[in-house]
């Protein structure tokens, strides 16, 4: 899939791919990460996607593990931006949507019954200010609806929002 990040410090549009990535090491908790993509990649119905810039291929700049719960729920089991892409100090914005973007896509070809197109996620921070305030932002820029106390779901037609703003699908 491709997409468009946009490198803070002089606002340019920096054109970016999201990819199943195939002899890439994922990011671990090594490499200053929060989670061990690689291990979560190994797991049963989940697929790893990258957001890496078309100048930089080598430097993953966001990770994305879809799952597909008992083998139709579509579900963004985990994301993350890589550590120099957070806070005010950042080199990409927009990372995060298009990773999030892609999720809404795959589950609009791969969600199965009444969970096509839908996308679900769990909001888990260690602190509940921390996850009050993340849920708000999933809320704002995304759409997203809380459904439960730490679930939240992006619904089809917030995710074709979603798609259309972050993403530049192939012909």
């Given amino acids: 899939m491709n997409a468009n990040v946009t490198c803070v410090s ?6 970016a791919k999201i990819i199943q990535p195939d002899r890439v090491n994922l990011p671990s908790l090594n490499d200053g990460w929060r989670f061990n993509f690689h291990k979560h990649a190994r797991k049963k119905n989940c697929r790893a996607f990258v ?9 993953i700049e966001g990770c994305l ?18 550590p120099h892409n957070r806070g005010k100090d950042r080199v990409y914005a ?7 973007a892609a999720a809404c896509r795959v589950s609009q070809k791969c969600g199965e019954g009444y969970h096509k197109g839908w996308l679900t996620f769990d909001v888990m921070e ?16 995304y759409g997203a609806v809380r459904w439960g106390e730490k679930t939240m779901l992006i619904t089809p037609e917030n995710g074709r929002i979603l798609v259309d703003r972050y993403l530049t699908l192939e012909s």
């Fill in 10 to 15: 002089s606002g340019a549009s920096v054109a």
């Fill in 51 to 59: 957001l890496v810039c078309e100048d930089t291929p080598d430097v």
């Fill in 65 to 82: 593990i879809f799952e597909m719960r008992h083998g139709v729920e579509p579900c963004m089991a985990f994301i993350e931006v890589v």
């Fill in 94 to 100: 927009d990372v995060a949507g298009c990773l999030i």
């Fill in 126 to 141: 260690e602190r509940k200010e921390d996850e009050i305030k993340l849920m708000a932002i999933y809320c704002q820029r």
